[in-house]
């Protein structure tokens, strides 16, 4: 876990990060210093996909932390629905009576997906979450402000979540040597990544930017907007838009599929619900198949 104490900029959070490794994936705790009330950000579920386990290290992690500083959890965040981990959102809201929210367009995200999994009750389910918050929507913290800022791309139902001098930026920018994140999932696109994390780096220039991943051997999670501007080997200033969709979409078509991926959106479109299991207590997941193209 790695902490980053609020500044003394106004309305700054404290800010915990927690790593989980099989994932590469950040999760956060931003929380009020006066008030000691919480958000949680893209909780990590365990999940296995060769043994089709799962299991809540990194979560029960996150309520230890929780009750070593006392705080209290007022929202269980997922800033899209991640391709490549399972969310611990509806655990944690279980455990701690907490309200869960995600961006609004996650409903386009259902009706995509109830398609490829052959699973038409998979759409139009909003009651997964308490709240499906909308570009520009606030909610507060304590004393804190948090706004939500519409950040598609990576997919079409991206927010970022900025409290004050914190924005929790998710799978936009990596950090500053590893460039951005991809634009290839369906529903995804380059131009509008571009354009999202335009909008991020155009905030002042000591904002803190917490990102959603780190694949190298002393993981990282956050860089100010200054240092990406001068240093991201994708956007920093200089850098076109025609040149990072260039150098974006070559990147992107070595890739291939997260290998949680298939199993993980069915579960983070549910609000991190597992599939209800059957009268004798069996539960599966699903996999489409050849409706996919191997690559990398």
Known sequence: MQRFPATQSQNSPDVAAFYDKATGSWQYVASDPETGQAVIIDPVLNFDPAAGATWTACADEILSYLRERGLTVVFVLDTHPHADHFSAAHYLAQKLGARQGIGRRV????????????????QDQPDHWDRLFDDGDTFAIGGLQAQVILSTG?????????????????????????????????????????????????????????????????????????????????????????????????????LGLPDRMLHALQVNLRGGRLPEPDAQGRAVLRVPLNRFTPKG
């Open 107 to 122: 409903l386009d995200v259902q009706r995509l997906w109830a398609d490829l999994y052959a699973q038409d009750d998979m």
């Open 154 to 254: 990576h997919t079409l139902a991206s927010v970022s979540y900025r409290i004050g001098d914190a924005i929790f930026a998710h799978d936009t920018l990596m950090m500053p040597e590893s460039g951005s994140a991809r634009a290839d999932f369906p529903g995804g696109s380059t131009e509008e990544l571009w354009h999202s994390i335009r909008t991020i780096l155009d905030l002042p220039g000591d904002t803190r930017v917490f990102i959603g991943h780190d694949y190298g051997d002393d993981p990282a999670c956050m860089a100010t907007v200054a240092e990406h501007r001068a240093t991201n080997k994708h956007m920093k200033d200089g850098i076109t838009k025609a040149e990072f969709i260039e150098t974006r979409e070559a990147r992107d078509a070595t």
